[in-house]
DNA sequence: ATTAGGG
DNA sequence: CCCTAAT
């Protein structure tokens, strides 16, 4: 009975969200199910919206198209009406317009190559020293989307256009939905998704290999590359290379990125055109090239093979239970290849790290959570039944990634070792779960809207609740002073304030519980908080 | 196992 | 983030 009250509650919840519009609240918690296609439909709006504004003769089939598409409404047709009814008035409709309006701040305006470096950070939490502008763009769109299709269609095709939203282009349409829409004027015959590769590689030189300083390159001769980058596409930084081979590994449920994990067997499996090979290594570091042949031209592209994302934890016990001997010839060779350093530890807390015995536990322990990236070794010196027992575990000193890098504590715990700064898009993702599924329920939230997000935990969620909370009843500082002292972007306005709006309907419905369950005003009197807030 | 709250 | 108590 209790659980009956609480799940009544979670639908209210779910259905007096503030992603609903004053239209969809009328959806009674029976439909509830419809509730997440309801929720879609609204984002899809979302992006709709502004293209109405800009190419008004586009509108009407876009609109019409992706009702089609999202199509099967079954038994709720009615909600589906309101919906198109809806859809006419912007009023009615922009149920988000703090983040439509974040997006367009941060997609469109004509930032300046610092602002975009500054919004890339905190899109993806870490530094980028990439001056191209475009390519920023396309990234932070990319990150706040967690869409790649996105960028390849409006950034790269339409590339003349994109940087105005005044042309009419992409303007608010980040959304991923329109991944899909037949790109307009798309004179290349090449297959899109191809077209980002060659954007930037085409003209990669071999050169690229022989520079073993390329990490700032950019910063040197990327005024005069600019200048000519029109004609010329510009010599991917490694950088670049590191940050797209990520997200194309991010966002592509193993399109072609079915790499071989581990530091030293970089083998890959590959589709149709696209072929890895592997290269000896610039100082000590393994280079993995893809070669690609597009358009009949064996290009190497130089690119950082990632790892398959997400927990590895559990299949790793298993290999090295079945075969430790395996992970020990691994570990050796990494070893080799580094030149048979061993590393100091960087940090207070790596104290903890274990001088550990040789038992197979300890061994395991070792190895859990340690990265698996190749381009970050991870040095167990003495892994197969060695001599040695004094194990080191190196973390490389940036983590990206969700490789979650732990360090195992004397207590035979693991604990995590670094912070992993919230990007922007996982801050937008939470806000979204909280409202749909209620402050508290954070294993739901985690599980339905942190998914591929494998590191934070349902406790993190809450913890960085907690702390956007605090924030959005802070008050606001200016901008500059906190962003400079913080390094990190603060929270944009429209979230924290869509963060305590949530707060404070649920600190409304939540705390009387006897009270909700009663009365059919219960529902009026959210539609009411609601609509004030809104 | 999940959640709330303090450290 | 971590830890712990409570559920």
């Given at each position: 009975?209790?659980?009956?009250?609480?799940?009544?509650?979670?639908?209210?919840?779910?259905?007096?969200?503030?992603?609903?519009?004053?239209?969809?609240?009328?959806?009674?918690?029976?439909?509830?199910?419809?509730?997440?296609?309801?929720?879609?439909?609204?984002?899809?709006?979302?992006?709709?919206?502004?293209?109405?504004?800009?190419?008004?003769?586009?509108?009407?089939?876009?609109?019409?198209?992706?009702?089609?598409?999202?199509?099967?409404?079954?038994?709720?047709?009615?909600?589906?009406d309101k919906l198109v009814a809806g859809g006419s008035t912007l009023s009615v409709v922009t149920t988000k317009p703090d983040f439509s309006k974040l997006k367009g701040e941060i997609c469109?305006?004509?930032?300046?190559?610092?602002?975009?470096?500054?919004?890339?950070?905190?899109?993806?939490?870490?530094?980028?020293?990439?001056?191209?502008?475009?390519?920023?763009?396309?990234r932070i769109s990319m990150g706040l989307t967690n869409s790649c299709d996105v960028s390849v269609t409006s950034f790269i095709i339409k590339d003349n256009k994109l940087v105005k939203k005044g042309n009419g282009e992409i303007s608010n349409c980040m959304d991923g939905s329109y991944a899909e829409d037949p790109p307009i004027g798309n004179q290349k015959d090449l297959p899109t998704s191809l077209v980002s590769q060659l954007d930037y590689h085409q003209v990669v030189p071999e050169k690229r290999l022989e520079n073993p300083n390329l990490d700032d390159n950019s910063g040197s001769d990327d005024h005069q590359t600019e200048q000519r980058a029109a004609k010329r596409a510009r010599k991917p930084t490694k950088r670049y290379i590191e940050e797209l081979s990520e997200v194309e590994s991010k966002e592509s449920n193993g399109r072609l990125m079915n790499l071989a994990k581990n530091s030293g067997h970089g083998l890959i499996s590959l589709k149709s055109h696209v072929r890895l090979v592997r290269n000896v290594p610039l100082g000590g570091r393994t280079v993995v090239t893809r070669l690609d042949s597009l358009g009949g031209y064996g290009i190497q592209v130089p690119c950082v093979s990632r790892v398959r994302r997400s927990r590895p934890r559990k299949n790793f016990m298993a290999l090295l239970k079945f075969n430790p001997s395996g992970m020990g010839m691994e570990a050796t060779l990494v070893k080799k290849a580094l030149g048979d350093h061993s590393f100091p530890l960087d940090d207070g807390k790596e104290s903890r790290v274990l001088k550990a015995s040789s038992t197979p536990e300890h061994v395991h322990h070792q190895f859990i959570g340690v990265p698996e990236k190749d381009k970050q070794f991870s040095v167990m010196s003495a892994i197969g039944l060695g001599h040695n027992t004094e194990l080191k575990c190196i973390n490389s000193s940036r983590d990206s990634d969700d490789n979650v890098v732990t360090v195992p504590t004397p207590k035979g715990g693991i604990r995590r070792k670094h912070h992993r700064a919230w990007t922007l898009s996982e801050v937008m993702k939470l806000v979204e779960g909280v409202s749909r599924y209620g402050a508290g329920r954070w294993s739901e939230i985690k599980r339905l809207a942190f998914a591929s997000y494998s590191y934070r935990t349902s406790v993190d969620l809450k913890d960085k609740w907690r702390n956007l909370l605090k924030a959005s009843l802070a008050p606001q500082d200016n901008g500059m002073n906190s962003r400079k002292s913080t390094g990190a972007m603060p929270i944009p306005a429209p979230i924290l304030l869509k963060v305590r709006e949530l707060a404070e309907m649920q600190a409304q419905v939540l705390p009387n519980l006897s009270s909700t369950k009663i009365a059919g005003s219960t529902r009026k009197n959210v539609h009411e908080k609601q609509t004030g807030f809104l």
């Open positions: 009975m209790l659980q009956k009250v609480k799940e009544e509650q979670r639908l209210r919840l779910a259905c007096g969200s503030p992603y609903c519009s004053s239209a969809y609240l009328i959806v009674d918690s029976q439909c509830c199910d419809q509730h997440d296609k309801l929720l879609h439909i609204d984002a899809k709006l979302q992006c709709e919206i502004p293209l109405q504004e800009t190419v008004p003769s586009l509108a009407p089939s876009l609109s019409e198209s992706h009702f089609n598409q999202s199509g099967s409404f079954g038994e709720c047709s009615h909600s589906s469109l305006d004509n930032l300046s190559i610092k602002e975009l470096h500054e919004t890339f950070k905190a899109t993806f939490g870490r530094e980028t020293t990439v001056k191209d502008k475009q390519w920023l763009k396309r």
